[in-house]
C-alpha cells in the first residue's frame, strides 16, 4: 500500500469489507493490511484469525452489503476516500486510528487546505453565537502565513452551526456523527444542504447510520485530526467540546480557548482549558499568529509501514499455545500497555501482537490509545 | 544599621531629612546609609557630594521642616516607620527601592499578615465590582494554608473601592498615592475613614501632599510590594492595574487576573495578563491554592548590607578627577548596567559606584530597575 495512490474498484469493496468486519477497528485493519499485504488477502484470514483467538463462527462483512454500501453512496452524491488515496486529508491520515475509509461530499480539493477547528456548547450565549460566527468569518479571510484556511466543526446546534455559517463564503467542513446522508439536528436542514454544495460533508459511520451518544466523541476525534488547531468557543465542564480538545492535544494539535467571566457556567469549561496551558483567544489574530510561526506541519510519511516486517516467522507462534496462555495471563480487564506485556513475556514483539491480533478479532481485546490494550469483560 | 531595631528619636529625624533631601531616593539612601554608617553622617557629606558631581549650592532638608513634617503625623495619628523598624512589612523590605520611611495609620499588626493585593478598572463594571467585593471577603477567609490574609490595594474608584469594602471585616491595608491625610477620591471619605479605623492606611509620600498623576505608579509598586500576588480585576490595556502587575512580576509576585469574553475593553488587559502567564482566577481557592502551594516566602536577610565595605578605600577616587569623566563618558540618556559600566572602565566597582552616588545627588543620574542608571537629559 503506497501513499497518494487510487484504490481500484475491486481494493476499495476488500477495504470496505475489511473495516466492516467484526471486531476490526482502524488500528487493526492497518495491522492486518500490513501482515497481510492486502485487504483481500486479510478477508481471507481473517476467520481462521478469530478461531485460534477463541471465537467460531467469525463472519465477515457480505460482499453484497458492501456492495450496497458503495450503491447508496453513490446514491447520495457521496464519495469513499482510502487512507492512501490522494484525496484523503494529509492531517487526519497523521492520526493513530485514522479512519481507513471516509465518506466525503462536496468540494472536495477544500481538504487540500489548512483546517481549523471551531467547536462549542450547543446552549451557546448570543455573545458566544456572534462571536463564533464572526471568528469563523475572520479565519476564513486567512493571515499571518495562514493561506485560506477552512473552518471545521460538528454541524451541531449552537457554536458549531455559528461557525460553519460564518465559513461557509470561505469554506466548511462538517464532520457528522452518523452517516453522511443523516441531517441531524432538524433545524440544521437547510445548512447542511449548503455545507454539501459549498463545503464539504464528512463522516466515518456507514451511510444510513442514525447519529447517537456513543459516536459523537468518536467524530470528535476526526474534527480535531483534520485540524491544524481547535478553537472552543463557550464549553461548559464535562461537555464533548472539552474532549474534542483534549483529543485535539493528544494529537499534537494547538488548542486555542475564548474566555468569560467569572459565573457563567458555559465558559468554566474555556476558562479551565486556558488554565490548562490552551492558548487564550479573543480574535482571529490569535489564531492565526500562532498557526503561522509554527510553519506548515510536515506530514508524516511512511505512518503506516510501522508493523510491516514484524510477521516475518509465524512458525514460532504455531508451535505452541503457552505463548497465547501467557499473554492471556498477563492482559488484564484495565489498559496495559503492549511494550509491557512484551517486557513480561519470554516472546518477541511480533508473537505478542499476533496473539493480541488473535484476541481483538475474537472479541476478547480492546485497544486503547498509546498502544495499550485490555481484556473485555463479558468473556 | 540592624533589621528589627527601633530607631531612635533623632535618627527617625536624621532618616526623614535624608530622604526627603534633593535628589536621595531610596536606592541612593541606603547607599548613602551603608557608605556613611548613619543617616546623620551622610547629611554632613552630602553638600560636598553633590558639589564633586558637579552641582553648587545643594540644600539639605532643613530640621526645621522635617520636626514640623513629624508634628503633623502625630496630629492626625499616623506613624514614621523605619525600613529596619520592627512594625515595617517584611515583604515591602525585600522589594528594590522599598521606601526608607512609610506613614502608617489604623491597626498595625495587620501588617505582620499576608497581604493579597486586589486592585483594577476605575469605570468597572456591576459584574466586576460585585466580584472584586466578594473576592475579597472569601480572600480574607484564607484556606489553603495561607491563614488571615490581608487585602491591599489603592482606595481608588471602583475595584479598588470594592475589595476594600469586601475586605473591611477581615483585614484591609489602603496604599494611598498621596500623603497620609489626603481622602481621594471624595467619594471614598467614608471608606478612608472605615479602614484608618479598622484597616490601615498607608503612604510613602509627605503628610500634605496632594496625589497627582506621577505618584500613581510609584503608589502602586507598594501595593505589590506589600502582596504575595495580585489579583487584577477587570482592566483596559495601558491602564495601572497593569503597571501593578508588571511591578509584581518584577518583584517575583504571584500575578492572578479574572477573564472576560472578547469584545470589552474592560477585561482585554486582565486577558493579556492570562496570555502572559497570570494565574486564571474565577474564585479566591484558585488564588489561595496557588500561593498555599508555594509556603510562606521567607524575608531576605541582610538585603541591607550588600554595599557595605564597598568604599573602603577612597582615596584611590580622590587622586583622580580622570575617574569621573571616563564614567560619565560611558554612561548614556538611556539606561545602561551598573556592571557594564564597570566591565567597560578600568576601575573597581566602589570607585564606580561612589561616582554615580555623587552624579545623583547633583541631579545628573536616574537610576532605574535592574541596578541600571542613566543620564538625565538637561545637563
Sequence with gaps: MREHTPLSDLERLAWLRLIRSDNVGPITFYRLLAQFGSAEN??????????????????LFPSSDAEAELEQLEKVGASLIGYQEPEYPALLREMEGAPPLISAKGNLHLFGRTVIGIVGARNASANGLGFARKLAADLGRGGYGVKDPVVASGLARGIDAAAHQGALESGTIAVLAGGIDKIYPAENTRLHEEIAERGILLAEMPVGTQPTGRLFPVRNRIISGLSRGVVVVEASPRSGSLITARLALDQGREVFAVPGGPGDPRTQGTNGLIRDGAILTESAVDVLRPLGEAGILSTKEQYLFDFTGEFNDRSKLDDTERCRAVVVELLDFSPVAVDELVRNCQFSFAVVSAILLELELAGRLERHPGNRVSLINEH
Excluded at 486479510?42 to 463472519?59: I, K, T, V
Design 42 to 59: 486479510a478477508l481471507s484470514s481473517l476467520p481462521e484469525l478469530a478461531r485460534q483467538g477463541g471465537r467460531r463462527g467469525y463472519r
